[in-house]
């Protein structure tokens, strides 16, 4: 099985297709006021980097990471159920590393939901540490990042 990473600068029908998942995903189990996943039009604006993952050539997965105010924000990870466990969500991961460290950016962060325990175990192995709000989040109602867990790590 083959596994790639490949950028992808506008929203293609894969692209849609993959983050409409996601949102149908998180849907089932955390409100709309908690979720804080940029749309399909913010994905492809500047500032942010997206990237569609394969197994075997089939798009399985997607990530993007957003650049903003002094951090990198990783966004939009997902994987589709059916190919869990094959190694593309770390690749997806060292893809995203390596796209935050060529624009200079030495610390990646980002938020989950609580109620996601493999993202959790996934994002622990990839060496994330768990921290304190960031970013936007700071200026959030505390209902909105209740079940928020938010995460660092240095990277380069």
Avoid: W
């Avoid at 998180?26 to 197994?55: E, K, M, N, Y």
């Avoid at 325990?117 to 622990?124: G, K, P, T």
């Amino acid at each position: 099985m083959s596994v790639g990473v490949e950028a992808v600068g506008h929203a293609t029908d894969e692209a849609r297709a993959l983050i409409e998942a996601l949102e149908t995903e998180l849907s089932l189990s955390t409100p709309a006021c908690q979720r804080h996943g940029l749309s399909v039009d913010r994905v492809f604006q500047p500032g942010v980097r997206f990237f569609i993952g394969r197994l075997d050539g089939v798009a399985a997965g997607c990530g993007a990471v957003a650049f903003d105010d002094g951090f990198a924000e990783l966004k939009r990870m997902y994987v589709r159920p059916s190919s869990r466990g094959r190694g593309l969500v770390e690749a997806l991961l060292v893809r995203l590393e390596a796209e935050a460290l060529s624009m200079g950016y030495r610390r990646l962060t980002l938020e989950t939901g609580d109620n996601l325990h493999a993202a959790l175990r996934v994002y622990e192995r990839a060496g994330f540490q768990r921290c304190g709000a960031f970013g936007a989040y700071l200026t959030m109602e505390p209902n909105a990042i209740a079940r928020s867990v938010f995460f660092e790590k240095a990277i380069g």
